[in-house]
């Protein structure tokens, strides 16, 4: 039973206590050779879902499964006997269930007759560990168990939704698209006029007045949610790729957007070298998306140059280590949506999908599909709008996460001259 006295502090309300509602389905990751009863006992990490779309896992800090209290009627040899898997794959269907579950109930029996024996302490170790599902045995699945109701057998859109593209045109990851629903913010001219106005003079004297609003994915789709593995050009994640299709979710969503600052690309071409750092320092010095009242719309963070940062922050923390030790905290932005995006998928999909219909219950799921992405979305949207910290305390600045090397660069403290000197 998961805690409820607010200990903890929610990571999707922002500060706010953390009293989690568990969904009405099992934990996942269990034992599958230890029982209590019929219940399989949790494990390090074992995890259910919490309603407002976090994860809620055992930690090994607070918990050890390590001993059970048996009757001495039962010992530890029948309770490896009655205590087979309970996660058999749909290959080793040829092992009835009801034979397992006529001995766990012959064991509970035993230990009810003899209840009023003396209870002795026996070390139970578990020798089986549940197999991770692989992709092989995933496509061989279809991704599903088959179990299915009668009116879906035959035509399951879930098994003819694809999971190597996104089909729908409208939600392939587009920015004009995301800026035409962004548009529907009721801030938006505001936000706009607000980036439109900064002006900007170079140590030339050359006046910089063409930053423009860039239209950000805060969960992207070509770098993260749909993105292909370089050594077989498959789908990182393609169950999520899968239900995305099946739920018709929308990557171009406002709720994924956030507005930043960035440049008119064709102008900045006339930009000297060594003042392109500066010119992205002054711009977010203007720290336009510290207004609360632009409802979180808008973020300082410049929005220019790849998400993906990884060979340029490994020249610095070459050089600066050192000198900015926050710097071996950081990570790029791409792989922090990443590893957001792959906790859903190893740690509920993946769990899940061999007994889960999502057709059965289509409106249920759907809902918890977009609250999981959007549950990323918002937190990197506060995350953004957190900006700039300014050398904040190493524990902050772990979690941060930023769009652009420079944004990086500007919140540790390093300065333009030193970006410069390694970079350029």
Partial sequence: MPVSDGTGVCAIKQGAPCVPVCFPHTWGNVSGSVFVGKMPVLREGSFIVCSLGGIITISSQNSSVSEAFLSKSVDVEDNSEISESSEKSAENSEVKPLDNEAKTEKANERVNDNSETKNEKVTVVSTEETKPATAESNRKNRWCSGRCPAEFKDNCEFCKASETCVTDPERVNNSEILKRNLKSVSSYERIVEKINGINIRLKDGYIVDWVIPQHHHLVSGNECLYRRKKEDNTMLFPLLVKLANLFKYNVNSLLNGIILPGYNSQKYINIMDGEKYQLAYDVMDKKIGSQESENGYIGSQIHFGPHTYEN???????????????????????????????????????????????????????????KYINAIAEELRKNIKGFPRKNPKGFEIKKSAYVSLSAMAYDIGISVDELSSVLL
């Fill in 312 to 370: 340029d922050l490994k020249k610095l923390k070459n050089k600066y280590k050192d000198k900015y030790p926050l710097l071996n905290n950081v990570g790029v932005y791409e792989k922090i949506v990443s590893s957001k995006l792959d906790a859903i998928y190893e740690k509920i999909y993946k769990m899940r999908y061999e007994k889960t219909c999502f057709m059965r219950d289509f409106e249920k799921e759907k809902d918890l599909f977009e």
